[in-house]
C-alpha cells in the first residue's frame, strides 16, 4: 500500500462544477496537509495547506481533513478550464521540518 | 515571492559523464529538497538537506549525491550518468510547516 493514495483519475468535469479531488494517507501521525497543483510542463505550485480537523477555505478552493478516516480533500467550486491541471496530496508527519511525502496526482480537465 | 532556480532548463549529458545539477533559493530557507519526476511514477524524493551540511537520503539515493556547502545553495551530482537517470528533476525548499516551493526543474537526457 502507497503511503499517500490519490484517485488516479484523470477526472473531467464541466465548466462551473464542482471538482472533488480525494487523498488517503498511512501514517496516522501526520499532521500537516498539502496540496500543489501542476501544469502540464510546468513544477508544482502549492495552493492550499491544512493542519486541524475540518475546512479550510481560499477562494474557490476548499481543504477537508478527516485524520480519524486518514483522508484529506480538495474541492474546487466553479471549475474554469485553467483549474486543467495535475493536483497533488502531499502528507508531512511533522508541523515544522521534515519532509513530505506526495501522492502520485489527479489529473483534472475543466470542459469548457 | 520566493524563488528557487536551477541551473539548466535542460541538459543533454552522455552516458558516465559525471553531472552536476544546482539549485539556489533566496528566501533563507532551512530546507532543501532534490525530486525526479517521471510519467507513471510521480515524484519521488532523492534527498533533502535541513541544514548546510546536512543531507538526509531519501527514497532512491542510489547514483546520486547531493552538496550543501552554502544555507542557498543545494547541488545534486549524478557521479556517472546512466540512461535510466534521464528524467525531470525539480528542487524545492521550504521553511517551518513544510510548505514546499519548487525549481522549474531541469529536463535531463542522458545518451
Known amino acids: 500500500q502507497k503511503e499517500v493514495e490519490q484517485n488516479s483519475g484523470p477526472l473531467s468535469v464541466p465548466e462551473g462544477a464542482i471538482a472533488s479531488l480525494n487523498c488517503t494517507y498511512s501514517?496516522?501521525?501526520?499532521?500537516?496537509f498539502f496540496w500543489y497543483r501542476q501544469y502540464s510542463g510546468k513544477s508544482p505550485e502549492l495552493i492550499m495547506f491544512?493542519?486541524?480537523?475540518g475546512d479550510k477555505e481560499d477562494g474557490r478552493f476548499t481543504a477537508q481533513l478527516n485524520k480519524a478516516s486518514q483522508y484529506v480533500s480538495l474541492l474546487i467550486r466553479d471549475s474554469q478550464p485553467s483549474d486543467s491541471a495535475t493536483y497533488l496530496c502531499a502528507v508531512n508527519r511533522y508541523f515544522n521540518a521534515g519532509k513530505s511525502t506526495f501522492g502520485d496526482g489527479t489529473t483534472l480537465t475543466v470542459k469548457p | 515571492d520566493v524563488k528557487v532556480t536551477q541551473s539548466s532548463r535542460y541538459l543533454v549529458k552522455r552516458t558516465g559523464e559525471k553531472v552536476f545539477l544546482e539549485c539556489v533559493q533566496d528566501?533563507?530557507?532551512?530546507?532543501m529538497f532534490w525530486y525526479r519526476q517521471d510519467p507513471g511514477l510521480g515524484l519521488r524524493l532523492i534527498y533533502f538537506?535541513?541544514?548546510?551540511?546536512?543531507?538526509e537520503k531519501g527514497d532512491i539515493p542510489e547514483g546520486y549525491s547531493v552538496s550543501r556547502e552554502k544555507k542557498e545553495r543545494f547541488s545534486l551530482i549524478l557521479e556517472s550518468a546512466s540512461t535510466n537517470q534521464t528524467s525531470m528533476y525539480l528542487c524545492a525548499s521550504s521553511f517551518g510547516q513544510g510548505r514546499e516551493f519548487f525549481g522549474p526543474g531541469t529536463r535531463l537526457t542522458v545518451l
Open positions: 538537506s535541513y541544514d548546510v551540511k546536512m543531507k
Open positions: 501514517d496516522r501521525g501526520s499532521q500537516s
Open positions: 491544512i493542519y486541524s480537523n
Open positions: 528566501m533563507d530557507h532551512e530546507n
